[in-house]
C-alpha cells in the first residue's frame, strides 16, 4: 500500500461483492457516459494509446476498444481487475488489466497518447489526493488527459449540501469546479481543451478533456 494515499473509502471498497455489485449500470446511464466519452474520442486521434485507469469492470475499456483504439486497461482492485479481464476477454480482447495504483503507477513518463480516468475522482477528500493523482495521470501522458469529476452546479450536488445542512451524513461523493480541476492540471503543465457535461446542472457528472501544454 502506498502510504500517501490511505484515508478514503473509495480506494479500497471494491471487493468481489462490491465490485460485482457496481456493474449494474442502468442502460440509459451506461449509453449517456458512453456519448460523453465519445464527445472526448472525436478529438483524439485513432492511432492514439489510451490507458484507462481505474478501468473498473472494463466497460470503458471495451467501448474504446471498439472504436479502433489500442487500450490497456488497470485498476487498483484485484476484483475489478478480474472482472474486466473476465469482460474483455468475452468479446475477443486477450490482454491482460493491470494493477496500478493512480497516485504512483508504474509506468515510464509518457507511456501513453491520452489516459482516460473516469468515475474516480469524485472519490478524492482533499486536495493533496486530487493533486497527487492528476500529477501521475500527467506525467504518463504524452499528449491527453480525458478526466471525470462531479460539478458541484448540478441539482443532485445541490441536494447533497442541503442534506448535510440539515443534519444528514456528508456524501462520499465529493464534487470540485473545474477551476479547481484546471489549476491542478495547471500545476502538471496541462491545459483545458473542452469539458463535456451529460446535463449541465441536472445531472453531476462532467468529462473533461486537457492537453499537454508544449504539445
Known sequence: MHSLTAGYRGRF???SRTATAYQQVDPDKHQAEMRLVDKVLSMVPPAHRVLDLPCGGGRLSLHVSQRGYQ????????AMIAIAGST???HGLTHGVDKQDIEHTTYPDRAFDTVFS???FHHFP???IRQRAVSELCRISGRYVAMSYFSPWSVTSIKRRIRVLRGGRPSEKHST???EVEAYFARAGF????????????HTLHLALFERIEA
Open 126 to 128: 482533499n486536495a493533496d
Open 71 to 78: 487500450v490497456t486497461a488497470a485498476d487498483l482492485s484485484d
Open 13 to 15: 471498497k471494491y471487493d
Open 88 to 90: 474483455l476477454h468475452a
Open 118 to 120: 473516469f468515475r474516480l
Open 191 to 202: 491545459r483545458l481543451v473542452r469539458d463535456f457535461a451529460r446535463s449541465p446542472f441536472i
Open 177 to 179: 469546479s473545474l477551476r
